[in-house]
């Protein structure tokens, strides 16, 4: 059931959350226009807390607003997914060998805490099954104990997010379903026993084979079948 809006500090804050939710969900598909009018309608605030909201959302990319007042919601491209593999493949590998080499106990049991009962995600997952994907991930970066790294990749899990879900619309095998639990594992080992150089490397084979890297090579495939041949002259 949805929360009231009184529960949130300011109705921006609610249409944000709201709204964020839903397009990181996949309720409204990338591409979607979202008539700022309707929108205001069915969330029960006015339109001016609703622009703070999408101006919020426009900043992360995940919105783009025109001059009609209708906001639309950011294509995925091959690009941006090549450029987020990137970044991970980087940087995840760095935050969990520092995890390895600083976590602290309390580090040690929220990483537990956000294992247990952790699946690989399912074909069509709900919000909650992508927050606790997140848990686990943020964990180990906050384990790193280097605050910039990690508000660096927080802030790119929400776009990452939107890759996953299109990686997922190609159901993985029960085998790659276990590959991928067995890697949280070893992840979570590695971090206990200190061993930096394992955590990394696992953390690599684990990004190389992510839905955001089957995301990426899928819309690689359709740029290049959708490129028209240019006649030669």
């Not at 159901?171 to 991928?180: A, F, I, L």
């Not at 084979?205 to 990426?216: C, E, N």
Request: charged content about 30%.
């Amino acid at each position: 059931m949805s929360e009231p809006s009184e529960l949130f500090s300011t109705k921006s804050d609610f249409a944000y959350i709201k709204l964020r939710e839903k397009i990181l969900s996949g309720e409204y598909e990338p591409g979607a226009v979202l008539n700022q009018s309707v929108l205001a309608r069915t969330i029960g605030i006015s339109t001016t807390p609703l622009r703070e909201a999408l101006r919020r959302l426009k900043s992360e990319g995940l919105v783009e607003l025109d001059a009609h007042r209708d906001a639309r919601v950011t294509q995925l491209t091959a690009e941006q997914a090549r450029d987020l593999l990137e970044i991970r493949t980087s940087l995840d590998p760095l935050a969990v060998s520092l995890a390895a080499e600083r976590r602290s106990t309390a580090d040690i049991r929220e990483i537990r805490d956000a294992i247990r009962g952790l699946e690989p995600l399912p074909h069509n997952p709900a919000f909650v099954d992508l927050v606790a994907h997140r848990r686990f991930h943020t964990a180990i970066y906050t384990a790193s104990h280097n605050e910039i790294l990690t508000s660096t990749l927080d802030a790119l899990w929400d776009k990452a997010d939107r890759y996953r879900r299109l990686g997922l619309e190609v159901v993985r095998s029960q085998e790659e379903r276990d590959q991928k639990a067995a890697e949280h594992q070893a992840l979570l080992d590695c971090v206990v026993n200190r061993d930096a150089a394992g955590a990394a490397e696992v953390m690599r084979r684990h990004i190389d084979t992510s839905l955001g890297a089957k995301a990426a090579s899928r819309l690689s495939a359709q740029e290049l079948v959708t490129v028209t041949p240019q006649p030669i002259s």
